[in-house]
């Protein structure tokens, strides 16, 4: 049954498929074992022997933080990680690939970070965020930098705000365990919603490559105004969906946060004083992860004489569910009084694109660990500019420094900071 999904999965007949699984070879083991290590050393270096080679090896780490110092311990102590003798450039690396988390706050982020240290160099560790693989975010820069239109007014002369949301209309369901420990500004802002803002917001980095890339994201996330103990209760909010409490694996009386609101500024010459709002969370009434952009309207206002507000223009970048690109314009209606309307141009990735042309984010993100190429991967210091700005702000809801709020499952909270 497991072999029929596959194979209709990956578009191969059943020849093919028999072909292609000749290619692999299988090595059972647990990963709190030595055992299991030793055989898979084994089996390598009998296959260099036999092809007078030297094995690429890609260590793909998808288990709890927790685990990572005992599978460490265990492919250093079976020599899977020692370093091959010289060899040609396209063989003999090793690679590890790190889900997040990355960690539960800084000092444990700092402290994974010295354990992989221990075994690998900086360029051979892949922290893997997989929302970064997906064609819509890896889009973000082509949008913004392959568009003449777009940059001149991509700073706070003419943005009056930025608003990056990450709905889920889904709960929590059998992750108790694990989201009891984690609430939701940990779980997707921390990682995918800071990723999102210094894309949106980071310099023109020159060059698609990974270095110019990653200083520019690490530029914004260090630009982040820290909030104090004073800021963090009118520029947050944390609420919890009712029933969320009632959950297996979930403490009786938890107040870990379901859904969080933050308000935020980055300290730099082009986004200075502009209000930035993130927002995620679970139980909430859509699924919607976007980002906004509202454009200033400068004055004076060319607005008919009843008119008092004005017109402004907001582009909505839509990474799901429906991913593309949204703006709204303002035109006039046909008639003989100066009326005007605002209207929407749009653009939608799956209209545009054959389903085949789309790669998993997965992967994208495993085809670029074995070509060696970091870009959609975060980098340590991306991780502890995050991990300082989130930090204070977990203290404080910690210490109960704002309330704990409570909304109904598929409705959003309806106090705001």
Same mark, same amino acid.
């Given at each position: ?15 093919? /498929?028999?072909?292609?699984?000749? $290619?692999?070879? /299988? ?25 007078? !080679?030297?094995?690429? &090896? ?49 000092? !444990? ?69 694990? /989201? ?44 982040? &105004? ?19 409490? &009632? ?50 309207? %400068? ?10 507000? %004005? ?15 949204? !703006? ?16 929407? $141009? ?17 992967? &994208? ?33 910690? %210490? ?18």
């Amino acid at each position: 049954m497991v072999r029929t999904m596959v194979r209709k999965s990956t578009g191969l007949a059943a020849s093919e /498929y028999s072909s292609f699984l000749r $290619l692999f070879t /299988y090595v059972q083991g647990y990963f709190d074992e030595r055992s299991g290590y030793e055989k898979l050393a084994s089996l390598l270096g009998k296959q260099d022997a036999k092809q007078k !080679t030297c094995t690429n &090896k890609l260590f793909h780490l998808a288990v709890p933080p927790q685990y990572y110092k005992k599978i460490f311990k265990h492919l250093a102590h079976s020599g899977l990680t020692k370093a091959c003798p010289p060899t040609p450039a396209e063989s003999g690396w090793t690679r590890v690939v790190v889900e997040k988390p990355f960690g539960r706050d800084l000092a !444990t982020a700092q402290a994974l970070d010295r354990l992989l240290g221990k075994l690998f160099k900086e360029e051979q560790i892949y922290r893997l965020d997989h929302y970064l693989g997906k064609e819509t975010v890896q889009n973000v820069l082509a949008f913004r930098f392959s568009n003449a239109f777009l940059e001149p007014a991509w700073n706070r002369r003419h943005i009056e705000r930025l608003d990056l949301r990450f709905w889920e209309t889904d709960g929590v369901e059998d992750r108790g365990d694990f /989201y009891d420990e984690t609430g939701a500004l940990r779980d997707v802002g921390q990682n995918h919603l800071l990723q999102l803002l210094a894309l949106f917001t980071m310099n023109n980095p020159g060059t698609f490559t990974a270095s110019a890339i990653r200083r520019e994201r690490i530029k914004i996330l260090r630009a982040l &105004k820290p909030l104090s103990l004073k800021t963090i209760p009118t520029h947050t909010m944390r609420a919890q969906y009712a029933g969320y409490a &009632k959950l297996p694996e979930v403490a009786a009386r938890s107040t870990t946060e379901t859904y969080f609101r933050i308000t935020a500024e980055l300290d730099n010459p082009n986004w200075r004083g502009v209000p930035i709002t993130m927002e995620g969370g679970k139980r909430l009434p859509e699924d919607n992860v976007e980002v906004a952009v509202t454009f200033k309207h %400068h004055t004076p206002c060319l607005c008919p004489p009843d008119r008092h507000d %004005h017109y402004q223009n907001v582009l909505r970048y839509r990474l799901r569910p429906s991913e593309g690109v949204v !703006t709204s314009f303002w035109v006039k209606k046909p008639g003989t009084a100066m009326v005007i309307e605002e209207k929407e $141009l749009g653009f939608n990735y799956r209209s545009a694109y054959a389903p085949e042309e789309f790669i998993d984010a997965y992967e &994208k993100l495993i085809l670029d660990a074995m070509a060696g190429d970091q870009t959609l991967f975060v980098s340590t210091e991306e991780i502890e500019a995050s991990w300082r700005f989130i930090d204070p702000i977990v203290r404080a809801w910690k %210490h109960k420094k704002s309330p704990l709020l409570f909304y109904q499952p598929q409705t959003l909270p309806r106090s705001s900071p």
